[in-house]
């Protein structure tokens, strides 16, 4: 997650409300060899589950969308919910097997004993936090957004080539100049704050026409941060280091494969894009734009 993300998470984490009464029963210690074969035990009893016939997942509070919809991760809406549901069935769990904690964000990759199975919450793959859990193969990968405010003359821009006109900004050491360099092609380079607050500023103060970066921190400043804001649209980019979001598990699961089969048994027929369509494209209406 962009260093945005992880100081918008610790601030929210810092409100969360504390993380629900459960026995914080320490991981079998030969949960990653739970069969005699040395194969994973992937059944909904298996003693490498935090609780044999549950599937505890976690993740922060409040739960924004469109990651999660009424603050409620258990009804299933948003994406992130609609994701964990979609893995519990296919690892053959019912919706009634599903039990929910809150973790904290920047509590979830902390060393530690952890009292879940895997937490969904945005949490992006990297080297750093991976020394310390274990995380799936991605879920997501975010593309680019492009944030306006609603008066704005692009706000209705309809393609990547309507901004060549435009005055951006993008935070300095991200993959967004790039990506407007390549994408957007601008008749001016873009301009580089050192802080996403200074983007919003400059783009409250008529600086700048438009703000990109990853679509996980347009989501928010829509949300959060600047009034009458216009998510116009997002792009992908092939270059540089996508963000990639995993599901986390404590370090040394003898469930992380079993959760990484059941991701690609979502990938392969088709459930995962679809979520993704609904829930982060149609949902929070962000039209995919092209040149």
């Not at 859990?133 to 990547?160: E, G, P």
């Not at 804001?229 to 270059?239: E, H, L, R, S, W």
Request: proline fraction near 5%; aromatic fraction near 8%; charged fraction near 20%.
């Amino acid at each position: 997650m962009s260093r945005t993300r992880t100081r918008i998470a610790i601030a929210v984490s810092a409100a969360a409300v504390l993380i629900a009464a459960a026995a914080c029963a320490p991981q079998p210690e030969d949960a990653a060899e739970s069969t005699a074969s040395g194969s994973p035990d992937c059944a909904v009893n298996s003693p490498a589950l935090h609780r044999r016939g549950e599937l505890t997942v976690a993740t922060d509070s409040p739960a924004y969308a469109p990651w999660f919809e009424d603050n409620n991760p258990s009804n299933g809406k948003g994406f992130e919910g609609a994701v964990a549901y979609a893995v519990a069935g296919k690892l053959g769990f019912g919706r009634d097997q599903v039990k929910w904690v809150v973790e904290p964000f920047a509590h979830s990759y902390a060393p530690g004993a952890k009292n879940f199975d895997f937490d969904v919450n945005q949490i992006s793959i990297t080297p750093q936090r991976a020394q310390a859990v274990d995380f799936s193969t991605s879920y997501y990968k975010a593309n680019q957004a492009i944030l306006t405010l609603d008066n704005s003359k692009f706000a209705n821009a309809a393609s990547l080539e309507a901004f060549k006109g435009a005055r951006i900004g993008v935070q300095v050491a991200t993959t967004s100049y790039q990506a407007v360099l390549d994408q957007l092609k601008p008749a001016q380079r873009p301009s580089v704050f050192n802080t996403t607050n200074d983007e919003v500023n400059a783009l409250k103060n008529g600086q700048i026409d438009a703000i990109v970066t990853d679509l996980p921190t347009v989501f928010y400043l829509a949300g959060s941060e600047i009034n009458q804001a216009k998510i116009v649209g997002q792009f992908g980019y092939a270059g540089g280091t996508p963000e990639e979001f995993g599901l986390l598990l404590p370090k040394g699961s003898g469930y992380t494969s079993c959760v990484n089969k059941a991701l690609d048994a979502l990938k392969a027929d088709g459930t995962l894009a679809e979520l993704t369509s609904k829930w982060l494209s149609a949902s929070a209406n962000v039209p995919e734009l092209k040149q």
